[in-house]
Every structure is written in C-alpha cells, then in structure tokens.
C-alpha cells in the first residue's frame, strides 16, 4: 500500500494530472493562516482552510489529496497555537471537523480512481472486441486505395450499428460492404456482428452479388427470427441498409446493390456524382421475398483517379446548434486530391466541428481511390 501511494503522489505531478493547479489550494492555505493570524480576535477564517482538500479532489489523486488535507490540518494547528487558542473547544472542533472532511475527500477519490481503473479494463476489451468484429481495412487491394473511419456517436463507445468490411476475390476485384443496423446498444452490435461475419464467410465464394445480397439477408433473417413463434414473425424489426459493391481490378467500372443505403459519390475533380442506383432494394433482412434475378445489379463508371465514398446517414444527417445538416457534397470536393487517409482524418475534423463534438448517430465513412494497374 506504501508502494502504491508512493506511486499516486508521482503520477499527481505528471502533465496528464495538471499540477499548476495545486497552486490555488496552497495559495488558499496560505493566505489564510496569514490573514487569520493578522485579523482581530473576533474574525475566524479556519473554517476556509476546509476548501483546499475539497478542491484538490477534483483534480489530483487521492495521495495529493491526503496531503493537502493533511496541510490545512497543520494550518488549523498553527493558527490556534499563534493566537493563543489552541486549548478552546472552538479550534478543537474545528481542527476534528477538518480531519474529516479531508478524510472523505480522500475516500471520494479512492472511489473515483477505482471507477476509472474499470472503465479502463472495460475499454479495453470493447477496444478488443472493435479490432476482432470491425476489422481494418486493407490499405492496398487490387488497383484500389481504400481507407475507413469510423466515429461512434457516443464519447465512452467503440462500435454501435454502423459497419463496413472488404473481401478479395479469386476474379481479381474486390469486394465492400457498408451498412446501418436498425437500433443501438448491444442487439446493434450483435447484428453487426452477424452481417459482417456472414460477409466474410461469403463475399470471396459467392459468384455474383446477388448471391451475395440473398446469403446476408438469409442470415440475417433466421438468426433474428429463429426462436421467434409463428405469430412473432412479422413483428421483426431487425434490419440493416446497406450497399454491396464489387471492383474489377481491369475494369473502370464499380458494379453495386443498394438496399435502403444513402447513395454513394463519385468525386472525379471538384465535380461531386451521387451513383443513385435504378431500384433501390428492401434492407437486408427485410428482402426475404426476393430471388436472385430480382436484385439490380447498377454499373457505374469509376475511373484512374476518381475517388468514390461510402457513408452511412449519421454523416449527411449530423446536425449543428441552429439545427443545419452537415453538407457532406459540398464540403467533400475541398479534400478531393489528399489520399484517403488524410481525406478522411480532415472530413473527421470538419464533421466534429460543425456538430460541435457531439454526434447524435454513429457515422462511418469509407474513402476508396482507383490507382493505375
């Protein structure tokens, strides 16, 4: 426990801790024991010093805390031995009060300290949990620059319902995913979960994208609707938009399916083209009805050097104070010749401050750049 305490007392001092700060509860302990030392008999301001271990715990450790607590106390005593009252009731009790308070700011910041400790083990897991469900994507694939942010609605979250993956295929393309899951909390990122891993499973083998299409909905369909009763089954509100696209590595072409997803765009220059598909297909999940033939394949031309980005509606719906949304075409062009990396880190920065730092959805966005074979 020495050790430990020892340890806190340094980590109080280091930059992450703010230590300038504990200026203001030794300034508060020295200007008054010296005021209360000058003033006349009948003023007492003792009772002050009670606020330097309160404030301090707002910002140090509990060791630093234990500290200043400990100061006033030493304060208190030498006010009362200085005005020659330290044998009266008065000084006595509040000396005893002082030690109290400074002992349950020391507890209050044991507690506080001991949640942060677990919020911190429960971020790492969930930080485990991203990198195994939500998966980077791959850099380089084929002729292909691809890059993919991802930024949860939520400060604390890691993952919610927005999701994208990509496949290589043996037909020398690639293939992408980007997605929105119905809903929030742990029954979106279990169906996350489900689409991409089904995904994973199926885009290299499936012949052509509506194979593809009908093998996530099928999966997404029975694992939601599996132990549900007959009467149950047309109540099922999971879901997923999403669109499938598919990228020759020889063809200046992008083939995809869109079912219920925002459009995709095309930016060739500064000129800004949403690829808004013929037929725009029921989301996974809800597309049971269809066959194979039913599902639209759109072709679309995507050329050497045009970048094309996927997104999900918590970027086009982000709202600032007056209630504005974020203009993602139009801001979009700005960036239209950094690579995707850095397209995407200043859209992330654009985004967070037109809706000053707070999200209401999740939003993820994948930036994909043709390369010359």
């Excluded at 630093?64 to 000084?91: D, E, S």
């Excluded at 500064?270 to 029921?282: A, F, I, K, Q, Y």
């Amino acid at each position: 426990m020495a050790l430990r305490a020892r340890l806190d007392f340094v980590r109080s001092w280091q930059p992450g801790h703010t230590p300038a700060l504990i200026v203001i509860p030794l300034a508060l302990i020295v200007t008054v024991c010296v005021v209360d030392v000058l003033s006349p008999p009948h003023i007492h301001l003792g009772p002050l010093l009670v606020a330097a271990p309160a404030i301090t715990v707002a910002f140090a450790s509990a060791a630093m805390t234990a500290l200043m607590g400990a100061l006033a106390v030493a304060a208190q005593v030498l006010i009362g031995v200085l005005r020659g009252v330290l044998p009266t009731a008065n000084i006595q009790a509040q000396i005893v009060a002082l030690i109290v308070v400074s002992a349950i700011c020391v507890t209050l910041c044991l507690v506080r300290d001991r949640r942060e400790r677990q919020m911190h083990r429960v971020r790492s897991v969930a930080e485990a949990a991203q990198s195994v469900l939500l998966q980077p994507l791959p850099a380089h694939t084929g002729s292909l620059r691809i890059a993919g942010l991802y930024i949860p609605a939520e400060e604390e979250a890691d993952m919610g319902g927005d999701l994208y993956a990509a496949a290589r295929t043996v037909h020398q393309s690639t293939r992408l995913l980007i997605g929105d899951v119905r809903g929030s909390g742990l029954a979106a990122i279990n169906n996350s979960a489900l689409l991409l891993g089904a995904f994973r499973a199926a885009a290299h083998r499936q012949a052509t994208l509506p194979r593809l299409a009908i093998h996530l909905d099928g999966a997404l369909r029975w694992d939601t609707s599996q132990w549900r009763s007959p009467t149950e089954q047309d109540t099922n509100e999971d879901f997923a938009t999403a669109t499938l696209l598919d990228i020759p590595d020889h063809e200046p072409f992008v083939h995809l399916i869109s079912c219920g997803h925002p459009p995709a765009l095309l930016l060739r220059g500064h000129r800004v083209t949403p690829l808004m598909p013929e037929t725009n297909h029921l989301p996974i999940g809800l597309g049971g009805v269809f066959g194979i033939a039913d599902y639209d394949v759109q072709t679309f031309a995507f050329e050497v050097g045009d970048l094309l980005l996927l997104y999900t509606d918590g970027v086009i719906e982000a709202r600032n104070s007056d209630g504005l949304f974020y203009p993602f075409a139009e801001r979009a062009p700005k960036w239209t010749k950094d690579d995707p990396d850095e397209f995407l880190r200043l859209l992330q920065d654009d985004l967070l401050a037109h809706v000053h730092g707070r999200l209401n959805d999740d939003a993820a966005v994948v930036a994909i750049r043709r390369l010359a074979v």
